[in-house]
């Protein structure tokens, strides 16, 4: 599943269109959902971005390898309004501390630093995008999963020659319109990325069958673990065999393991 984040209802609707979302009953926060995306609507700034993080995190379960992505507005000195931008570094104005989401996939737009900021900028003197919740969402976000999986995208609504002054909820959701083809790209790459990371958190396929059938120290275990999964990245197949399960005991079955696995075929893909 993919978590949103947004501040605006007139970010929210676009996004609620597009993806088909309906509203839960109920609780502290709008929150929008269907089978693979929820949203929550958290309103302006770093607080009450923090405070939705979280809320939405105990209102789905509770569960790691999930996506998380922050989605809306925010100006920029220099770009043109309606650039969609992926965030690769994080400043909070006031306490300075900053974050840099791994980009680890082939980005579906520009990427660019932004500043959080307790009111909004209008003299924009750094040349980055500026808003007031990322610094909240990612620092509360990354708590419930891995950073490779939390990402502000943002829509420039503001910058020298047109102020935040005549920004509306119009144009806002205007914005965000625009740019869902790249949302949409995100959102399939984040839930890709979150299945892959959590098929490797979870336990390869034929754990169970060689706990059963020999002792393992902790140590034994940790091991095996992780050649069965070094195993299952390579090969569909199955390392059970007839061989292996007449081994005496735990220990010569993984250096069996180990033997099979440096006796794979290393595949190159293009792809």
Avoid at 170 to 194: C, G, S, W
Wanted: proline content about 3%; glycine content about 6%.
């Amino acid at each position: 599943m993919v978590h949103f984040v947004v501040a605006l209802q007139a970010e929210a609707k676009p996004l609620m269109d597009h993806f088909g979302l309906r509203r839960r009953t109920g609780g502290a926060f709008p929150v929008f959902e269907n089978e693979h995306v929820a949203l929550i609507v958290s309103g302006m700034g770093k607080v009450a971005a923090a405070a939705a993080t979280g809320y939405l995190h105990a209102q789905t379960g509770n569960r790691a390898c999930r996506a998380w992505l922050n989605i809306g507005i925010a100006g920029h000195g220099r770009r043109a309004i309606g650039d969609g931008v992926l965030v690769h570094k994080i400043t909070d104005q006031i306490t300075g501390r900053s974050w840099y989401p791994p980009l680890t996939f082939e980005l579906p737009c520009a990427s660019d630093d932004l500043i959080s900021v307790d009111e909004p900028e209008t003299k924009y003197r750094k040349n980055g995008l500026y808003d007031m919740e990322a610094a909240g969402f990612y620092a509360t976000a990354c708590r419930f999963t891995t950073a490779e999986l939390v990402h502000c995208y943002k829509v420039v609504s503001d910058n020298l020659a047109s102020s935040t002054g005549d920004i509306n909820a119009r144009n806002v959701r205007a914005l965000i319109e625009k740019r869902l083809d790249a949302i949409d790209i995100l959102t399939q790459t984040l839930r890709a990325l979150a299945a892959r990371l959590a098929e490797f958190q979870s336990d390869p396929r034929e754990l169970a069958r060689f706990l059963k059938h020999w002792r393992f120290t902790v140590s034994e275990q940790h091991q095996l673990r992780r050649l069965l999964l070094h195993w299952q990245a390579r090969s569909a197949e199955t390392v059970w065999s007839d061989e292996l399960a007449a081994l005496p005991s735990a220990n010569k079955a993984l250096r069996h393991l180990n033997r099979e696995l440096d006796a794979l075929p290393i595949e190159y893909s293009c792809t």
